[in-house]
């Protein structure tokens, strides 16, 4: 039930690109992006409520293929700021809200 | 407030004592999660509140796990007879409908010695 993300880690130098994958074995209702810094709590990153939706939000954007029930996050030209764990989220049956394996991002100078 | 808030931050208790968890959510969400995170993991779905309805407590652990949200706002988290497995943050989150975007709290961090 819990989606599965690849990498597991990544480390980056300031400017370079990356993609984070979720993938369910679960039909995709909505997913969610959330980014947890160590000691702090999950905060959001953005929705995508449909098949096909791809999102944007600075340099941070977001793809949805609800037929091969995957989501992918871009951060493109990274910042320091970006370094964390990076988690998708999806609805599933009912009202349960599974949050993926994680995804730690390191940026450095 | 302008978050949701988390109370207490921090709880330590003795194997087999009660604990209380409270969660004061953003006014006007309908929503509200409580999810349990172990150090190194993703948070863990507990359970889900429409208003004042326990809609879903399919993820709580035990039934030493009980929770509720009397008023449609601020909700609590209690843990009867803790043992040490229970050791985590858990973590509460508010939306203004289900599926919508979570704002989550600070968390508690709870240690059962």
């Known amino acids: 039930q819990q989606p599965v993300q690849s990498p597991q880690a990544v480390i980056l130098r300031e400017g370079e690109d990356a993609v984070i994958n979720c993938s369910s074995s679960?039909?995709?209702?909505?997913v969610h992006w959330y980014r947890q810094k160590h000691g702090e709590a999950p905060v959001f990153l953005m929705i995508?409520?449909?098949?096909?939706e791809q999102k944007g939000h600075d340099k941070i954007s977001a793809s949805f293929n609800e037929k091969k029930q995957q989501s992918s996050l871009y951060l493109t030209a990274s910042q320091l700021s970006y370094s964390g764990t990076y988690f998708c989220?999806?609805?599933?049956?009912?009202?349960?809200?599974?949050f993926g394996t994680g995804t730690s991002l390191t940026v450095i100078p | 407030g302008a978050g949701v808030s988390q109370s207490p931050r921090y709880k330590v208790a003795k194997r087999g004592q009660d604990v209380a968890l409270r969660c004061d959510p953003i006014?006007?969400?309908?929503?509200l999660f409580w999810y349990q995170q172990a150090l190194g993991q993703g948070p863990e779905f507990l359970t889900y509140?429409?208003?004042?309805?326990?809609?879903?407590k399919s993820g709580l652990p035990s039934d030493r796990f009980f929770a509720e949200r009397p008023e449609g706002s601020v909700s609590t988290l209690k843990i009867q007879r803790t043992q040490q497995e229970d050791s985590a943050v858990y973590l509460c989150?508010?939306?203004?409908?289900?599926?919508?975007?979570?704002?989550f709290g600070d968390g508690t961090r709870l240690s059962i010695l």
């Open positions: 989150a508010s939306s203004q409908q289900g599926g919508q975007p979570q704002h």
């Open positions: 679960k039909a995709l209702y909505s």
């Open positions: 995508l409520l449909k098949g096909g």
């Open positions: 989220g999806t609805a599933q049956t009912g009202n349960q809200f599974y």
């Open positions: 006014s006007g969400h309908v929503s």
């Open positions: 509140f429409q208003n004042e309805a326990q809609l879903d």
